[in-house]
């Protein structure tokens, strides 16, 4: 006679998505300049994490956090698994081999042909015959559709093909999460579309955790597992795409709905950015 299990048990057999990344109380500063102030988020594995705000809100210095490319005031941030603050010199550039960069206007070397580009990666920090890193290239082209083109210099393709170059480039050694910075900026609606497809067909067929910055309100809905909304620094929600749009808060709204901001006006912060009073000017910052 076969016995019912418990529902405790079942909970516990049940696979729940890990955290490759996990921020706590972030904060940074450029300078006197407060910028992100007690961030907490985390991504999950083999999701797309779409982070978008408006100009100013950190978006960007929150990327470049996630992407161990910043340096943080204080709190705390775990890649893979690892407290980056504890890993000494060797440990931290061997987990960041296992981060991607996607950058928003694809940063290929014009002296080098697409597949050298490539191909660049796996020159810097493997010890790979060429002939292995000639094939791995053109796999990964293959997968964002440029097979056949590793010949071509980037002078010679369009935007879209840029973009999708930079991707293969980034994606060359298998990293387990990709970020990429504003990926469909510059490209007609067709290209853009096409662009998130791929996204998504990346995150499908090698299992990576992306992370994508945006202003782009048609590919966050389309790509998006979660969405992270920054406004002056600081977390306004993380929810799904119905999740935001059913949001109540009007300045989730005002972004959802491009409503431009109207700021109040100090009149002696106004004053002391005339006359350039420096002094008076921190005193307000």
């Known amino acids: 006679m076969k016995t019912k299990p418990n529902d405790k048990t079942t909970d516990r057999n049940i696979s729940r998505p890990k955290k490759v990344i996990e921020v706590k109380d972030l904060v940074t500063h450029y300078g006197d300049r407060l910028i992100l102030q007690g961030v907490t988020m985390n991504v999950l594995e083999n999701e797309i994490m779409v982070i978008m705000g408006g100009s100013g ?31 000494n010199r060797m ?7 296992q981060i ?24 810097e920090h493997t010890n790979l ?30 935007g879209g093909m840029i973009k999708r170059a ?11 999460i990709l970020c990429c910075d504003e990926p469909s900026a510059g490209l007609d609606p067709v290209a853009a579309s096409a662009l998130d497809d791929l996204i998504l067909n990346m995150r499908d067929a090698m299992g990576m955790s992306i992370i994508v910055v945006t202003h782009e309100l048609e590919s966050t809905f389309k790509i998006a597992d979660r969405i992270t909304i920054l406004d ?8 799904t795409v119905d999740e935001v749009k ?40």
């Open 91 to 97: 440990e931290f550039q061997e987990l960041r081999q």
């Open 232 to 239: 002056r620094g600081k977390i306004l929600m993380v929810g």
């Open 166 to 176: 930079a991707f293969a480039r980034a994606i060359v050694m298998d990293p387990r």
């Open 246 to 285: 059913a949001s109540k808060n009007e300045r989730v709204q005002a972004l959802l709905n491009r409503v431009p901001e109207v700021g109040e006006l100090d009149p002696d912060e106004y004053l002391d950015r005339l006359v350039g009073d420096e002094d008076s000017g921190r005193a307000h910052l």
């Open 57 to 87: 809100s950190g978006k960007s210095t929150l990327l470049r956090h996630l992407m161990a490319l910043e340096t943080k005031t204080s709190g705390t941030m775990k890649i893979l698994g690892h407290d980056i603050d504890q890993l």
């Open 129 to 158: 015959d060429y002939n292995t890193m000639e094939i791995m290239s053109r796999m990964k082209l293959e997968i964002v559709e440029l097979g056949g083109f590793e010949k071509l210099m980037p002078s010679e393709l369009s």
């Open 100 to 123: 991607g960069v996607a950058f928003q206007g694809g940063a290929l070397f014009s002296s080098m042909t697409i597949g050298e580009n490539v191909m660049l990666p796996l020159y």
